[in-house]
């Protein structure tokens, strides 16, 4: 019986192409743009008030994709010509490289949790408690970081 070695367990995925990234990329947000989109309509359904704390969030989620993420993906595409350093950035362009993308990103910023079919988002709200302890973990790991 061969014995394996933790290297032999190791196994690195090769990098994919730029066309490729960019088309991963843009079908993830694509997808997630009209999930939130519909989860909007069906939040503002329930009681008819564009208002409501539901409603708001899904709109901070969509405003963080449309304005911070897809503005941000569209600079790399478009406004850098440096070839090397335009996939240095894909590779790095958080949340996409992260496991989860996005979706662990709305689960750790926003309030939202993972419904049953682990596809779709549920709006649950945090007390105030719950969001200090959230952010103040967030800085403890970033000055573990850093």
């Not at 690195?12 to 490729?20: F, G, S, Y």
Request: hydrophobic share 40%; no cysteine; glycine share 2%.
């Amino acid at each position: 019986m061969k014995k394996k070695k933790v290297v032999d367990l190791i196994y690195i995925e090769p990098q994919k192409d730029e066309a490729t990234v960019l088309k991963d990329y843009q079908f993830s947000l694509e997808y997630w743009k009209k999930l939130l989109r519909s989860m909007q309509e069906t939040y503002y359904e329930r009681h008819y008030d564009s208002t409501a704390a539901d409603v708001l969030e899904i709109l901070n989620m969509r405003k963080f994709l449309g304005q911070f993420l897809q503005n941000r993906l569209e600079w790399i595409i478009n406004d850098v010509e440096d070839k090397q350093l335009k996939r240095k950035y894909l590779n790095v362009l958080p949340p996409f490289p992260q496991k989860g993308g996005i979706k662990t990103l709305f689960l750790h910023f926003f309030q939202v949790i993972e419904a049953e079919n682990k596809k779709d988002l549920i709006y649950q709200a945090k007390t105030d408690t719950e969001k200090e302890v959230s952010i103040l973990w967030d800085i403890y790991k970033l000055r573990r970081t850093i």
